[in-house]
T-cell receptor, first 113, second 112 residues
Framework: KAGVTQTPRYLIKTRGQQVTLSCSPI?????VSWYQQTPGQGLQFLFE???????NKGNFPGRFSGRQFSNSRSEMNVSTLELGDSALYLC????????????FGQGTRLTVV | QKEVEQDPGPLSVPEGAIVSLNCTYS??????FMWYRQYSRKGPELLMY????GNKEDGRFTAQVDKSSKYISLFIRDSQPSDSATYLC????????????FGKGTTLSVSS
């Protein structure tokens, strides 16, 4: 059974640009969550989508947005990139209504220069 | 004060030692408690989760939750060099939503 797949694995962008990250969940999982991981702040919740609807949102500015498609695949977009957006972006999928068994992808390492 | 506090370590132990990893939290509404392991350049891997207070055992791993003290622990018996990783605790406030609230992680090194 394939795990959570995130693409691309690495990305370098310039300040002010925008970026789109992709996540394919485990087959059958309907919940997809996104997290930002930095050395200073650790793992922080961005948002969660369940059956194409945003179910939960963290405390991030509106530059961070996402969506989920009918096949449960999800994308996350960051507009007007700032240097502080450099981080590992992780996607997790879960089949349950709660996220007690959430499985993570390997992440997309975003570097903003 | 962060909602979840975790000693970052690093924690260095010899092979075969018993390892104790801990987190404290401030939100009494947390109901679900998870432990993840993260190897360098990899995503977190779920080790186990528990609901409310009590113990749960899975092989060499035992998770304990003490809600009265707002304290959770992960014990690793007979530690192996392959256990060297960062261990993250995570919690969910089931009433407020489904977001995982993470500690910053403890880095463990097991030497052979």
């Amino acid at each position: 059974k394939a795990g959570v797949t995130q693409t691309p694995r690495y990305l370098i962008k310039t300040r002010g640009q925008q970026v789109t990250l992709s996540c394919s969940p485990i087959s059958g999982h309907r919940s997809v969550s996104w997290y930002q991981q930095t050395p200073g702040q650790g793992l922080q919740f961005l948002f969660e989508y369940f059956s194409e609807t945003q179910r939960n949102k963290g405390n991030f500015p509106g530059r961070f947005s996402g969506r989920q498609f009918s096949n449960s695949r999800s994308e996350m977009n960051v507009s007007t990139l700032e240097l502080g957006d450099s981080a590992l972006y992780l996607c997790a999928s879960s089949w349950a209504d709660s996220n007690t068994e959430a499985f993570f992808g390997q992440g997309t390492r975003l570097t903003v220069v | 004060q962060k909602e979840v506090e975790q000693d970052p370590g690093p924690l260095s132990v010899p092979e075969g030692a018993i390892v104790s990893l801990n987190c404290t939290y401030s939100n009494s509404a947390f109901q679900y408690f998870m432990w993840y392991r993260q190897y360098s350049r990899k995503g977190p891997e779920l080790l186990m989760y528990t609901y409310s207070s009590g113990n749960k055992e899975d092989g060499r791993f035992t998770a304990q939750v003490d809600k009265s003290s707002k304290y959770i622990s992960l014990f690793i018996r007979d530690s192996q060099p392959s256990d060297s990783a960062t261990y993250l605790c995570a919690m969910i406030d089931g009433q407020a939503g489904t977001a995982l609230i993470f500690g910053k992680g403890t880095t463990l090194s097991v030497s052979s």
